[in-house]
């Protein structure tokens, strides 16, 4: 006959490898997911007033960060009515748990990240965005272990192309385009990918 589990004060019940959170612990993943639904349907309403109209041409500026919170809306909603299902199934717990430490967290690598992230953002107004980017995608691979120039150099080009496409010519935000020949070649790359 098999014992049930012991559990300590904090309701938690131990288990292999770890313990099983209990009672409002359990459910924070389905809160997390309740709290970005709310903000993805509040923020619009207070980040996008303007006496501006929207131009004929293109999407405008506040298309972008409408599709990212309509996304976020919709997943959440997901995520949400996933949980809601998980729960009234026999197993009452949700599709999401709480994350494991899987190994020892490497701040070196956190702070190296940030620096770059600062850095990319310093240089953009000098570089401008296109060979910013370019060398802030390119870095980040090489920093991320993808070493192989074959990979390196089309990953960074072609992200930044795209990222050009997004914001310049779907969206219309205005990018630096950086200061002196970064700025001759900025045009130029602009004419050439067809978004000038």
């Known amino acids: 006959m098999a014992s049930a589990p012991l559990s300590d ?29 709310a903000m993805a349907l509040i923020l619009p309403g207070m980040m996008f007033e303007s006496d501006q109209r929207p131009t004929a041409v293109g999407l405008g500026p506040a298309a972008w960060p409408r599709a990212m919170l309509l996304g976020l809306a919709f997943f959440s909603a997901l ?8 729960l009234g199934g026999a197993g009452r717990r949700p599709t999401l748990s709480m994350p494991a430490e899987d190994g020892e967290y490497h701040f070196g690598k956190a702070l190296i990240g940030l620096v770059m992230i600062v850095a990319y953002g310093w240089l953009m107004p000098i570089a401008g965005f296109s060979v910013a980017t370019a060398v802030f995608i390119a870095i980040w691979c090489l920093f991320g272990g ?51």
């Open 79 to 86: 995520w949400i009515a996933r949980d809601i299902w998980a």
């Open 9 to 37: 004060k904090s309701g938690v019940t131990p288990r292999a490898g770890g313990r099983t959170p209990s009672g409002l612990v359990q459910h924070l993943p389905s809160l997390v997911a309740i709290g970005l639904l």
């Open 146 to 196: 993808v070493r192989k120039p074959l990979v390196v150099v089309p990953v960074s080009l072609i992200g930044t192309v795209a990222l050009l496409w997004l914001f310049m010519g779907l969206a219309l935000m205005p990018l630096p385009r950086g200061a002196g020949a970064f700025d001759t070649f900025s045009i130029w790359l602009l004419r050439a990918t067809g978004i000038y």
